[in-house]
């Protein structure tokens, strides 16, 4: 992408962003992820209505009245991005393509994370992990993240999501919120991932054009894959060949959903042509549900 497009590109998703967070997003947010636990804030006097379980018995006995200790969240969360930033993301069908769809969802965490305090930081990565920047404040390094996820060119082929999993394992010492950002088309990276999933709170975002769901009926034509450059010609006109291609998107997405379930990990299925923000909505009004229910 040209410099000029690329300034463009990252003005219009960041006003994308940060009017989001303003209007609704933030909030959704801050009651999803809770800070690592409480700290002690003061000693006050006992009001009407607070719970005599935070009563001070020490400083209730020297004052002469009921005083209670107050706490306040540890707000302070660890928010890393891994974003796959291999040729396949560059394709679409849509009014965007998978990067820059995946671009919008990076900048809606990463200014919901910033406004409630969090640190946020970035894995880019393909065949192996590509830049990583440390989780830091700052809308200068949100920007930074912005501009690395929809436009830094990888220097490694294919995907490798296990080196992903792998090379966050290592950087990252203390529990942290991991949003996976890709198309997941990569393959053997299961153990991998359930590793980090044992120590870490992942949220994959699956990215996904319309045309990869299923063969449109165009006859004859030349599909070539974007990361090994390895070229088929297919009769698109054949009901067996469309279906087995259907079927085999649907196997690979249903083992995905399978492992996703066993290590608990959130989905959030984005597309080309989506509403980005409501996808995102919906999922922390989801996540928060659940969490309401298990109290």
Known sequence: MLPAEQAKQVRRIRLLARRAVQTLLGGEYH??????GLSFDEVREYQPGDDIRTIDWNVTARMAAPFVKRYVEERELTVVLAADISPSLNFGTGPSTKRT???EIA???AFSALANRDRVGLLAF???AELYLPA??????ALRILREVLDREPTTRGTSVGNACDYLSEVLPRRAVVFFLGDWQSTGYERSFRLLARKHDLIAVRVTDPRELALPNV???RFQDAETGQQVLLDTRREDVRTKFARQVQDRRAAFDLLARATQTDVIDVGTAGDHL???VRFFRARNARRRRRR
């Not at 009651?31 to 690592?36: A, D, L, N, R, T």
């Not at 830091?136 to 390094?141: E, K, L, N, V």
């Open 126 to 128: 393909a065949g192996a």
């Open 136 to 141: 830091a404040h700052g809308t200068r390094h």
């Open 278 to 280: 409501d996808e995102l």
């Open 107 to 109: 900048a809606l965490v």
């Open 219 to 221: 006859g004859l034509a």
């Open 101 to 103: 769809a995946m671009a």
């Open 31 to 36: 009651s999803v992820f809770k800070g690592s």
